[in-house]
């Protein structure tokens, strides 16, 4: 539930007074410098896969080569445990990082409650000159700049075309098509044609969208997550599995989904270009030009996959706030994100840089820049990533059977409402 204006205030001063385990004993506002040049700790909670950890752990160590008497403490979070924590490191002060990795959706909260320290003018202006439109917008905040885009992603069907040329299938471009398809499959090797995921409120989004629908309407502040397509979207979820086109878990949904498709017992999956890399580990893909990446399939009114991504933020209570922001400014260079797309097929959100060789070399860079073009951009509230907790719990339940789509559909509305107050 959000909270309160008084509530909100008093968070925000305790976490500016705060003490940053990333800073080197100066007061917060001081900047850290030793004969004009950076220096001391900055320390990043990143939230990488255990695919791309390594590789982003290496590449922000190699700030010290720019900097030499400044130390990069590299801090892995699970993904899952990340917003929550970094919101009790930053209320309390306590251990909190210089830099986060947040997910898109995460910045408008971590910003409205102070949290998040503003980004510096001339990086500002840059951002909107130099990034993407839409990767730009998700690092903004009440008509400030405070955090900016890694990272630019959305969703995709991943296939194995060898199981598909078997069965004498193309990749469907509908979900009725999939049904079709995953028959076929189904015949042919005795697999399953889909693997969805049903314990992740995410990938409910492609099928509210294709629906024609959304959670919700920020310009009116209605909810419509509960209204027709929202109930239609819930039906699409429950169909999938029941119809036999998809299998699906309630648990572990990233381990389970991954291990089904890297082993061939399900020929597709709906999964971002994060995956991509560890695709590639599996058995399937030892041959990596027997991956396929697909459009999601349409619903009964159109397709559509989220945008999404991850943008670096500087600590607001941060005593080296100086080298934190030099630090997110390294992290999201050219220079950067083009090794970040050579070695793990992730979008830069530098226009620039998809000129570059290594960026148009890439297969998958390929696929989903166009697919991150037509993504649907989120509604950039504080609130968004607080939604998606009673939404996964809702989708399970509709997903697996234990509630009926109107129910899961009438709960999340509900729910939805009791966090956004005074909304329709």
Known sequence: MRRGIAATALVAALALAATACGGDGKDAGEDTKAGGELSGTVTWWDTS?????????????????????VTVKYVNVPYGDAQNKVKNAFSSGSEAP???RADVGWVADFASLGYLDEVPAETAKKVDSEFLAQAAASGKFDGKTYAVPQVIDTLGLFYNKKMLVDAGVQPPKTLEELKTVAAAIKAKSGKAGLYLRGDDSYWFLPLIYGEGGDLVDAKTKTVTVDNAAGVKAFKTARDLVTSGAAITNATDGWT?????????????????????????AGDQFKDKSNLGVAAVPAGSVKAGAPQGGHDLAVYAGSKNRTAAHAFVEYMTSQEVQVQSAKELSLLPTRTAAYDQP???????????KPAVDKAVERAWIPENGSLFEPLKL??????????????????????????????N
């Open 49 to 69: 896969n255990d695919t791309e950890k390594a590789s982003f752990q290496k590449i922000a160590e190699a700030f010290t080569a720019k900097h030499p008497k």
């Open 98 to 100: 210089d830099v986060i």
């Open 358 to 368: 290594d960026v148009k070399a890439s297969e998958m860079v390929a696929f989903f």
């Open 394 to 423: 809702e989708y399970t339940k509709a997903i697996t059977g234990a509630s009926s789509p109107e129910e899961a559909a009438k709960a999340a509305g509900t729910e939805f409402r009791k966090i956004l107050k005074g909304w």
């Open 256 to 280: 389970n989904m991954q291990t089904a498709f890297k082993s061939g017992e399900a020929a597709m999956m709906i999964n971002g270009p994060w995956a991509v890399a560890d695709s590639y």
